[in-house]
């Protein structure tokens, strides 16, 4: 098992460029979480989906779209990207919702520069 | 607002000592869970432990055990037999009604040999 896959790795974008985001796992998890981790302030939720064919806003949802593609794949796209959206990017996934105490795994990160 | 505060930029700790790294939360939501996440210099992101708000008794899995004292709002992690592996930022988070998830902005703790 892979586990949860993000692609790409490292990505730098001029301000106002648009990129997605992917990320795919191999668990058969219902749940899946975008964070993005900014130094000194820990990992802060983006978007999370509950189970396939929903989607809802986490706490820093701003410039930012996400897809349940299908079951195994939850992509996070920035359509007009900011230097602000410097960050690194992780994704998670959980058999069910990590608020009933399911642990999440996550993703090795995706490391944004946007200039 | 829901908060998780660790006050503990860095730690250190004499290798197969027992080490606590604090957390406290703030929640008016009377259901919620606490986790507790180990993040490596290779930046992936591992679970450790995890406390619901109604459990009675204190959560533990091998070396780690969270010491929740809801009255205090607090869930400390406890490391005991510190290792030089357990070196590694350490990330405190609470979940609520509405699977919001909220993280502190970690303990980096260095085990000395």
């Known amino acids: 098992n892979a586990g949860v896959t993000q692609t790409p790795k490292f990505q730098v974008l001029k301000t106002g460029q648009s990129m997605t985001l992917q990320c795919a796992q191999d668990?058969?998890?219902?749940?899946m979480y975008w964070y993005r981790q900014d130094p000194g302030m820990g990992l802060r939720l983006i978007y999370y989906?509950?189970?396939?064919?929903?989607?809802d806003k986490g706490e820093v949802p701003n410039g930012y779209n996400v897809s349940r593609l299908n079951k195994r794949e939850f992509s996070l796209r920035l359509e007009s990207a900011a230097p602000s959206q410097t960050s690194v990017y992780f994704c998670?996934?959980?058999?069910?919702?990590?608020?009933?105490?399911?642990?999440?795994?996550f993703g090795p990160g995706t490391r944004l520069t946007v200039t | 607002a829901q908060k998780i505060t660790q006050t503990q930029p860095g730690m250190f700790v004499q290798e197969k000592e027992a080490v606590t790294l604090d957390c406290t939360y703030d929640?008016?939501?009377?259901?919620?869970?606490l986790f507790w996440y180990k993040q490596p210099s290779s930046g992936e992101m591992i679970f450790l432990i995890y406390?619901?708000?109604?459990?009675?008794q204190n959560a533990t899995e091998g070396r780690y055990s969270l010491n929740f004292q809801k009255a205090r709002k607090s869930a400390n992690l406890v490391i005991s037999a510190s290792q030089l592996g357990d070196s590694a930022m350490y990330f405190c988070?609470?979940?609520?009604?509405?699977?919001?998830?909220?993280f502190g902005t970690g303990t980096s703790l260095t085990v000395i040999p």
């Open positions: 998670a996934s959980s058999e069910s919702l990590a608020a009933a105490g399911y642990e999440q795994y």
């Open positions: 668990m058969n998890h219902n749940s």
């Open positions: 989906s509950a189970s396939e064919g929903t989607t």
């Open positions: 929640t008016s939501d009377p259901s919620y869970g």
């Open positions: 406390q619901g708000s109604y459990d009675q």
């Open positions: 988070a609470m979940s609520i009604t509405g699977n919001q998830f909220y």
